[in-house]
């Protein structure tokens, strides 16, 4: 019944297997990868022909993480899995940027990739396991598909580089990388550095090729067992449309080019775009079958990559007129916000970030809830792509998964430089607003980001800039662009983005549509882009050169204070009626971890105050011989009670209310009175001896303590 073929090997200390013919055997290719107990089903179905009319390649890709993987019950009313998290949205991208250029350009057909967690053993990523099931589906698959490709984690612990770590290693180590590849080339990195040089981080992508090598060595063997005889698709042969585009419109085409402004050149190119399509292909030839208006726009954009990318590396000349290492102008502006807590305007060229920093309490942290387990953020960065950015009209109010990863590169970028919450006891959200787009916003996110966290007054470690790289490669000729603009994206080879401070890199993400780049360009991109990093910090430093040293009077004040576990629930009180009354009174929000840690927040100092006093009264003891500000309570004929300590109570006999013969004590003090006492003791039962006469009622000072140093 089944046709069971399987690969294993030892992969970084672990068994890696993969399986396929027993699940999933109606898809055109369905492998199981099992890394140590963590199991993913990644599928291939490809629809046998293109839809008519269709001129690119509709992929998708979709990696759900099943809460069953891990022995749990989803949360909510429905008790099932709902939309795709962060996560899973992230690793769907990381999946597809690899495997994308990897087929071939002809290739047409809708294609669907869904790679399922069905198994997690909380020590390996599932994220590594499904690019590497991916791959072997592929592989195994009838679809013209240049690969396999393999993937690997690289950490950097103690100074070594260690493949795949666990996931409680990954806590000790200053680098988190992910690279995918070919036998050849590297295709794909996605990371999060603290600060790593740029020798550091070309070792450990190179060190991340040469370890995924036996992976994609096993892809092959499976292959070659389970393979399916891969389907003809139909070829197109563009160069006739090439050669009469060329020669009809390649004159204009060049003068467009020629213009730098954005807008201008879009419009100008889109016009010689409807013109060659009205020419080479007419409308009413087209509703007859006898040409195809895809062909011809196919047509058309290798022709715009041949004028570009010769003009690039023919003259060193960009389109704009930049040389290849030259960054566009910089202008950084923070504070032009008036209400918020912190905000910065960075604007590079035609690429321009309005972000905006909020600070918050524990009630504003986020809550995940991951298959690991669930836990808090405080950190949280969110960038916003409105249509407008780039003058044209679109859907407003969804997050898509280019917003969500734009924003994860943003906040991995920043997160080393943040402080701990020992350090700044807040939650932090950040807003990167695109109000224009021209290249390499995801990066002008990062460098406004870090203007307006320094605005806020959020002490992070340094400040950190970024820059998007491009590439322009033709056999052996090639040339490396600093700060891309979006057309070099288009129609380059690479986009390499690198963040970091003056110490060295947090975050560097790389994808490659080609399959030749080598060491030597990727050491190139690297040196220039930290040239670039530099010229940029330098224009950030023009505007604000560090952190501003107090919040605005706006932000939430912070103090943090500890007390034993065991008085927690004295904080908390039956069903929590203590913590409502403090939080009613004193108008401070007051959040209490399990380990005793209390944050108490509030715009208005007075009240933190208070409720920290509170507190205090409930869980600490008062100590002999200290002095307290208390209110008079209650007055009898032998003294007066005094609440001096939280609910504390203590009788101030008369003959210590004052250093003179008091009659009655009345004449002293009424009820509602505030005073000063010293604490004189408390005895076996409880009872709590106070003094007045020992106290300077105007100074507090203590007098018995002046007349013992007097003797």
């Known amino acids: 019944m089944f046709d069971i073929h399987t690969e294993e090997i030892e992969w970084g200390g672990r068994p890696l297997k993969l399986e396929t013919g027993r699940v999933a055997r109606q898809a055109d290719g369905a492998v199981l990868a099992t890394y140590g107990e963590t199991t993913v089903l990644a599928t291939v179905v490809a629809e046998k022909a293109p839809r008519p009319g269709m001129d690119f390649f509709p992929l998708t890709v979709n990696y759900q993480e099943k809460t069953y993987a891990a022995g749990k019950i989803p949360g909510g009313y429905f008790k099932r899995e709902g939309r795709p998290s962060e996560k899973e949205t992230l690793v769907s991208r990381l999946i597809d940027r690899p495997i994308r250029p990897l087929f071939d350009p002809d290739f047409k057909c809708e294609t669907q990739i869904i790679a399922t967690v069905l198994s997690h053993d909380l020590e390996n990523d599932p994220d590594i396991v499904a690019m590497i099931a991916t791959s072997a589906a592929l592989a195994i698959a009838n679809l013209p598909f240049k690969g396999p490709i393999g ?100 004159a204009a085409l060049r003068e467009a080019y020629a213009i730098t402004e954005k807008l201008k050149r879009r419009d100008a190119v889109d016009a010689i775009r409807e013109q060659a399509v009205a020419e080479l292909c007419p409308e009413e030839k087209a509703e007859a079958g006898e040409c195809n208006p895809g062909h011809v726009l196919e047509a058309f954009k290798k022709v715009e990559k041949e004028i570009v990318r010769g003009q690039i590396l023919e003259t060193g ?46 009630d504003d942290e986020q809550f995940v809830d991951a298959l690991e387990g669930t836990y808090r953020e405080h950190f949280l960065l969110h960038y916003n792509f409105p249509p407008f950015s780039v003058g044209e009209t679109g859907r407003v109010g969804f997050t898509g998964r280019r917003e969500i990863g734009h924003g994860k590169l943003a906040w991995r970028a920043l997160h080393p430089v943040m402080p701990s919450q020992t350090e700044f006891p807040y939650t932090v959200r950040v807003v990167s607003e695109i109000t224009e787009s021209n290249g390499s916003s995801s990066m002008a996110t990062v460098c406004g980001a870090s203007l307006s966290l320094m605005d806020a007054g959020v002490p992070i470690k340094r400040p950190v800039s970024g820059i998007a790289m491009g590439l322009i490669l033709e056999g052996e000729k090639f040339a490396v662009l600093s700060d891309i603009l979006g057309d070099e994206d288009h129609l380059g080879d690479m986009d390499f983005k ?73 904080v908390i009180g039956a069903g929590g009626k203590t913590i409502r009354e403090i939080v009613e009174k ?34 600490e003891e008062p100590e002999v011989g200290q002095i307290y500000e208390g209110r008079v309570v209650k007055i009898v004929d032998f003294g007066a009670f005094v609440n001096f300590f939280g609910s ?10 004052s250093a003179r013969r008091v009659g009655k004590v009345s004449d002293v003090v009424k009820e509602g009175d505030v005073v000063k006492v010293k604490l004189l003791g408390i005895d076996p039962r409880g009872k709590v001896r106070l003094s007045m006469k020992a106290v300077d009622q105007k100074t507090g000072e203590d007098l018995t303590a002046k007349q013992d140093s007097g003797k």
């Open 151 to 250: 993937a690997a984690r690289v950490g950097l612990i103690e100074g070594e580089y260690v493949l795949n770590p666990m996931l409680e290693d990954m806590e000790k180590s200053r680098l988190d990388l992910v690279v995918a590849g070919t036998k050849e080339a590297v295709l794909m990195v996605e990371s999060e550095a603290h600060e790593l040089s740029e020798d550091e981080m070309l070792g450990a992508v190179m060190f991340g090729h040469e370890a995924f090598q036996p992976v994609i060595e096993a892809i092959e063997r499976l292959a070659a067992r389970a393979a399916k005889p891969p389907r003809e698709i139909e070829r197109v042969d563009y160069a006739p449309l090439v050669e009469a585009i060329r020669e009809k419109f390649g």
């Open 648 to 657: 504390r109570d203590g009788l101030v006999h008369i003959s210590e209310l």
């Open 498 to 570: 690198v963040a970091g401070t003056e110490e060295g890199i947090t975050s560097l993400q790389m994808d490659i549509k080609v399959t030749g780049i080598t060491e030597e360009i990727m050491r190139t991109a690297l040196q220039q882009a930290k040239a670039g990093r530099a010229h940029i910090l330098e224009k950030m430093k023009e505007a604000l050169s560090e952190t501003r040293p107090e919040l605005t009077e706006r932000a939430p004040k912070i103090e943090v204070i500890t007390i034993p576990v065991a008085k927690i629930r004295d």
């Open 317 to 362: 000349t960009r389109i704009d007129g930049r040389r290849l290492d030259e960054v566009r102008p910089v202008v950084a502006e923070v504070g032009i916000l008036p209400r918020t807590h912190g905000s910065a305007l960075f604007t590079r060229g035609e690429t321009q970030a309005l972000v905006v920093t909020t600070l918050g309490t524990g």
């Open 586 to 619: 004193t108008g401070a929000k007051i959040d209490i971890a399990d380990d005793g840690t209390i944050k108490v927040a509030s715009t208005d100092r007075e009240s933190i105050r208070k409720a920290i006093e509170w507190i205090k009264g409930l869980t």
